[in-house]
């Protein structure tokens, strides 16, 4: 994922981790499931179906805050809710595109244990 965290300013920095906090109590797996099947091939993709597949992996152990953390940036993505909205031509993607890279780089370490936990290449 590329870092777009340099076309936000602290304040909608703040304004989306926030948001993708409270969404987290808002996530819908079948909205997750029509997501997924309107946006494959998106660049994102791949980020995006690890932390849904980590997040329903009944196997494999998560604490609470993580669970809130990838439920609340899956959410953010999914939902129409955001601070820049979807519908604007690329520049709608943006906070989308950091909360989900924010959310892969903060737990890069527990992707890595759940990478070696299901076999999965880096």
């Known amino acids: ?13 703040h304004k989306a981790l926030v948001l993708r906090d409270e969404l987290a109590e808002s996530f819908d797996e079948e909205k997750a499931e029509e997501f997924i099947q309107k946006n494959k091939g998106r660049n994102w993709y791949a980020d995006f179906m690890l932390l849904y597949r980590m997040i329903r992996d009944k196997e494999y152990a998560l604490d609470t805050k993580t669970k809130l953390t990838i439920a609340g940036a899956l959410a953010y993505v999914i939902l129409p809710i955001d ?5 604007l031509p690329i520049v709608g993607w943006i906070d989308d595109a950091f ?3 924010f959310t892969i780089n903060s ?13 999965i290449e880096s």
């Open 1 to 13: 994922m590329s870092d777009t965290s340099q076309t936000l300013d602290e304040s909608q920095k």
């Open 83 to 87: 601070i820049i909205p979807d519908f």
């Open 99 to 101: 909360v989900l890279g």
């Open 107 to 119: 737990l890069s370490e527990e992707i890595e244990r759940y990478k070696a936990f299901r076999g």
